[in-house]
């Protein structure tokens, strides 16, 4: 227990995941139509968010946003009203996001099968991302140094939970019907399959010569220039400290982890993702 975090049921939460949005998920009521967009923190969220916001208003980029998405996870101070509470008021489909592992998430979500879209990044990429937002994120821990921070994320012991407990519980779901499983790197590589992708996933299609400007309304360049999505006046994230929209790279866990460090979390990974099959691209 901390100023910043407890824990529930074994997992690390912030404050921010009160009691009462824990309690809410077990009888918020899914609907088959809902989309949800899960991942684990800085895996791809926001890249994701955008790309099934521009495909749900038809890729016309003026209603872009008209939808809004409910992120249920957290109520943030200047919100008047639980997440969960606004989004039981929204027409259908709604567009849904969480961090939740399993044992927290809405219990419907798997009675229910709304569509699912889940994003993986490799855990060296997604834990660096995740240290410069404990540095500028105001709700949750800033660590020391990167070595406190890395032991953290070996152990599980970040807000949110294990990496390897969430991506195993999804990677073994990712041949249901209703889930599609994407990986950040291969997002990277080619955008506008990813795009085509989830777009044929959500029957949510692109129109015809569209693609080429989705494709650019999506790139890091054009979301790190658009202040709303990097977070630029937000009174929870310090900017100054590390921006929201970062560097986007596959690779720059290169600069912070020692080779003791990434042989350390090879063999973590080779031991909790056994037999698993999944694989991640780390270059
Ligand atoms: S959060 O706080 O959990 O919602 O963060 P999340 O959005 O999941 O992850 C943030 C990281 O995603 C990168 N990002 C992108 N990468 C490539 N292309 C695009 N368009 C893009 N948009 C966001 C963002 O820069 C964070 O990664 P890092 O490595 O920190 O740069």
Redesign the pocket.
Same mark, same amino acid.
């Given at each position: 227990m901390s100023e910043f975090d407890r824990i529930v049921d074994g997992i690390r939460l912030p404050w921010a995941t009160s009691d009462e949005i824990l309690e809410a998920m077990k009888t918020f009521q899914i609907r088959e139509d809902d989309v949800w967009l899960v991942?684990y923190?800085?895996? *791809?969220?926001?890249?994701t968010t955008e790309i099934i916001t521009v495909l749900s208003c038809g890729c016309d980029f003026t209603k872009r946003g008209e939808k809004g998405v409910n992120f249920v996870d957290i109520k943030r101070p200047n919100m008047l009203e639980f997440a969960h509470v606004t989004a039981a008021k929204k027409t259908s489909p709604r567009i849904m996001t969480t961090?939740m592992q399993s044992r927290h998430m809405a219990r419907e979500i798997i009675t229910k099968k709304p569509k699912i879209v889940y994003v993986a990044r490799n855990p060296k990429?997604n834990a660096?991302?995740f240290y410069?937002?404990h540095k500028s994120n105001k709700l949750i821990k800033t660590f020391d140094s990167w070595d406190e921070y890395f032991q953290a994320f070996y152990d599980g012991d970040l807000v949110g939970g294990s990496w390897f407990d969430m991506n195993l519980y999804w990677w073994n779901r990712r041949n249901d019907d209703n889930v599609l499983f994407l990986k950040y790197e291969d997002m990277?590589e080619d955008l506008a399959s990813a795009i085509v992708k989830i777009s044929e996933f959500l029957g949510w299609p692109v129109p015809e010569g569209k693609l080429e400007e989705v494709v650019k309304h999506?790139?890091?360049g054009s979301?790190k220039n658009n202040p709303k999505i990097n977070r630029t006046n937000s009174k929870i994230i310090d900017v100054s400290i590390s921006p929201f929209?970062?560097? *986007?790279?596959v690779g720059?866990w290169k600069n912070y982890f020692t080779v003791n460090q990434s042989e350390a979390l090879d063999k973590l990974y080779e031991e909790k993702m056994k037999g698993s099959g999944l694989t991640f691209r780390y270059t």
């Open positions: 991942t923190p800085k895996a *791809g969220t926001t890249w961090h990429d660096v991302s410069y937002f990277k999506c790139s890091f979301m929209v970062r560097k *986007g790279l720059d």
